[in-house]
C-alpha cells in the first residue's frame, strides 16, 4: 500500500503556470514507482495527464498536454513533478496523483494504479 499526497493547485490566468508535485510513500514493499497525473473536471471521467516510469526513462503524455505540460520524477526524494505551461481554461480540472510499485510500466491508463491521491485542485480562467 502507498500514500500518495499532491500538493501544488492553485488558480491562474489563461496562459499562465503552475506546478503540481506529488510524493508517493510505501507502508510495505519497494520504494520504486511508476507515477502518473490524471484529472478530472464536473461531469467528465478522469482522463489521463501524463506519466513516468520510474527512473524516468519512459514517459506519456495525452495529446492535448503534450508540447505543454512536462512530468519528472526525483526517484530519491520519491517525487513527481507535474509542471504546466500555457495553462487553458479547460485544463480546469481536479488533478489527481497516483503510484504503482515496481515492477511496473508507465502507464496513462487508471486502471493499472491502485494507490491515488485526494487530488488538487486546478482552475485556469480567461
Known amino acids: 500500500q502507498v500514500q500518495v499526497v499532491e500538493s501544488g493547485g492553485g488558480s491562474v490566468e489563461s496562459g499562465g503556470s503552475l506546478s503540481l508535485s506529488c510524493v508517493a510513500s510505501a507502508y510495505t514493499g519497494t520504494r520504486k514507482y511508476c507515477m502518473g497525473w490524471f484529472r478530472q473536471a464536473p461531469g467528465k471521467e478522469r482522463e489521463g495527464v501524463a506519466a513516468?516510469?520510474?527512473?524516468?526513462?519512459?514517459?506519456y503524455y495525452a495529446d492535448s498536454m503534450r508540447g505543454r505540460f512536462t512530468i519528472s520524477q526525483n526517484a530519491a526524494k520519491n517525487t513527481v513533478t507535474l509542471q504546466m505551461n500555457n495553462l487553458k481554461p479547460e485544463d480546469t480540472a481536479m488533478y489527481y496523483c497516483a503510484a504503482q510499485q515496481a515492477p511496473c510500466l508507465a502507464s496513462l491508463n487508471r486502471e493499472v494504479y491502485v494507490s491515488w491521491g485526494q487530488g488538487t485542485q486546478v482552475t485556469v480562467s480567461s
Open positions: 513516468i516510469s520510474y527512473g524516468g526513462s519512459t514517459t
